[in-house]
């Protein structure tokens, strides 16, 4: 009876075994066939990226969002469209350190379609991060084909889910005003996509130079596009073919065209004298590797990376982990298996245009998260690649899985947590002042952000801050913090110490429209206080000068017209808000300013 028993048991237990194995067959046929259907996965992909950054659609608008959003709605029209900013040879070239028509283009359909909503914003950049996403799968699937990788519908699907929830995006899409490296991504990938494209019908290649000129247009990382198109030429084998030839001599053009145009940007580069050559490799070393480090492990993220990496160790250890890198690409070269060469290439070139940020300190902050955008690319590729082939060739088919998705567990909640400090001015420039104990810039920022949100007290300290010994504070720090403290006395309506304070930023800089603004608006006040006529005189002396360095400054003239119908000019009143509304006002100032005409033009 017990032998009988044994057997039925195992037999139970052999058919249980073919019944499970059965099902995990099934289960793996099931997702088999979603990864091998592309749109399926694109809409899959879509979703994922559009759910992981949900979260910011209840942010504010911060930092550069306010000044040239948010407070600048008004210009922020199709009317103020030109055509001559998407060719520049039209017109007078470009002037300033950044050309990116496409980034205003979008702010403009944004508020056309939104008003000056944060929510609006936000969902723009949202989609544009998920698009941005759907692209790269299919451009890895194309990369993959090039190399005749093997499995590679699950090296293009892990690695998309890897770069939809890179916490190193956070920046990039919480941050509106960060908004050109999502448009500069999605050109790029479009213009690599009909590059490979392109071997097989010439043709294509006429979309590849049309949105390669549409990155430059998002932003100048997009200069690195031909030396990551060469490249993979040259991995792959291509580079001696007839029809590369014909393609080399149009990115040339283009790119020559580019800086011819940005002389500001060739004048920065040509000043760097030689005698600083080994410095400024020492910068490009230490930046490479800091941005190596921020893909490898994104989990302590810092939107106001302050100073650079510097000391003699980390500049050696720099050296040391890219010539490992450099050997680890030659000898997939030699291999013949390229990919792994073509995804450091990728990485290395892609991050050469912002590794001379830091270089030429042209950007408030030397380094920055959102620059790894484009880069990261690469390394969401390299890790998906990696992944897949590790489980393929250690038979750790489903151990590989389980670690892919539990990675993406862990970028999706340091994504969602990331999203919280973009919240609103007041959480982002907290968080960031912390980060940077001694650097002037952020506690300028915090305390900037209180004196909005009321909190005046809390906020002399922070704005006093720049003022401490110790402190890494320029000039230009010490001036705003000046001219804020003056706006947070004249909160407080301490009007004696906000003129102190206003003088104070005059006195260190004799240009600084707004502090001549602010004392015409003290004075403006005294006037109303005293009934004193003579205060309006001060007030008008004052905002004249702020004209007479910014003749655009609609607050300024609309301030003037205050002061003028105070003292029964109303002619001038009327011309002033005449030329505050030309300059520009938000509708608020804009209504009051068509008020002052309606009583001049009565009168």
Not at 276 to 287: A, E, H, Q
């Amino acid at each position: 009876m017990s032998k009988r028993k044994k057997e039925h048991r195992e037999t139970k237990k052999k058919n249980q075994n073919v019944a499970d194995s059965a099902r995990f067959e099934k289960k793996g046929v099931r997702i088999t066939s979603f990864i091998g259907n592309k749109g399926l996965v694109a809409l899959f992909l879509f979703l994922l990226s559009f759910g992981a950054f949900a979260y910011s659609l209840k942010s504010d608008f911060v930092w550069d969002d306010i000044s040239r959003i948010k407070e600048s709605s008004y210009r922020l029209n199709i009317s103020n469209i030109n055509y001559k900013s998407l060719l520049p040879w039209l017109g007078k070239g470009i002037i300033g350190k950044h050309y990116r028509p496409l980034l205003h283009i979008s702010w403009i359909v944004d508020n056309e379609t939104w008003g000056v909503t944060p929510f609006g914003f936000h969902l723009s950049n949202i989609i544009f991060h998920s698009i941005s996403t759907v692209l790269f799968y299919f451009m890895v699937l194309l990369i993959l084909r090039e190399f005749n990788v093997q499995r590679r519908e699950s090296i293009a699907f892990i690695s998309s889910i890897f770069f939809a929830l890179h916490p190193i995006h956070v920046e990039s899409v919480s941050f509106v005003a960060a908004r050109a490296d999502l448009l500069c991504s999605i050109f790029f990938f479009l213009a690599f996509i009909f590059n490979i494209l392109s071997y097989r019908r010439l043709w294509f290649f006429i979309l590849t130079i049309f949105f390669f000129y549409l990155s430059l247009l998002s932003k100048e990382v997009a200069v690195a596009f031909p030396l990551v198109a060469i490249g993979f030429d040259l991995i792959n084998g291509r580079f001696k073919s007839r029809g590369s030839f014909l393609r080399y001599p149009f990115y040339g053009l283009l790119i020559f065209g580019y800086f011819f145009f940005r002389s500001t940007l060739l004048e920065s580069i040509i000043k760097l004298d030689l005698v600083y050559v080994g410095g400024v490799l020492k910068v490009l070393f230490s930046s490479y590797f800091f941005y190596l480090e921020k893909l490898v492990f994104p989990f302590n993220l810092n939107p106001f990376i302050s100073t650079r990496p510097s000391g003699s160790y980390y500049f050696l250890f720099s050296v040391l982990i890219i010539f490992i890198l450099c050997v680890v690409a030659f000898v997939s070269i030699k291999k013949r298996e390229g990919i792994t060469a073509f995804g450091i290439y990728w990485i290395f070139s892609t991050l050469g245009p912002h590794s001379l940020v830091a270089v030429l300190s042209v950007a408030i902050t030397p380094l920055a998260e959102r620059f790894l955008y484009i880069p990261s690319a690469g390394f969401c590729l390299l890790l998906g690649y990696f992944l897949v082939e590790a489980g393929e060739r250690l038979n750790f088919k489903k151990l590989a899985w389980a670690l892919g998705f539990i990675l993406s567990l862990t970028y999706l909640f340091f994504t969602i947590k990331g999203q919280g400090v973009w919240k609103d001015n007041l959480t982002l420039w907290e968080y960031a002042s912390k980060r940077s104990p001694i650097n002037a810039t952020p506690h300028v920022n915090y305390g900037t952000s209180l004196l909005q949100a009321g909190k005046t007290d809390e906020a002399i300290g922070e704005l006093l801050f720049a003022f401490k010994p110790g402190v890494r504070s320029g000039k230009k720090q010490r001036i705003y913090a000046s001219n804020n403290l003056g706006l947070v006395y004249l909160d407080k309506k301490d009007y004696e110490t906000a003129e102190k304070w206003f003088n104070k930023t005059i006195s260190d800089d004799p240009r600084f429209d707004t502090a001549y603004y602010h004392l015409g608006v003290v004075y403006i006040i005294k006037g109303q206080n005293g009934n004193d006529a003579s205060y309006y005189r001060k007030a008008e002396e004052y905002l004249k000068q702020a004209v007479k360095i910014r003749r655009s400054y609609g607050r300024a003239h609309l301030a003037l017209a205050n002061v003028y119908m105070e003292l029964g000019e109303r002619e001038k009143a009327r011309d002033e808000a005449k030329m505050a509304l030309q300059s520009g006002l938000i509708e608020s100032l804009a209504n009051h300013a068509r008020n002052i005409l309606r009583k001049t033009e009565n009168q």
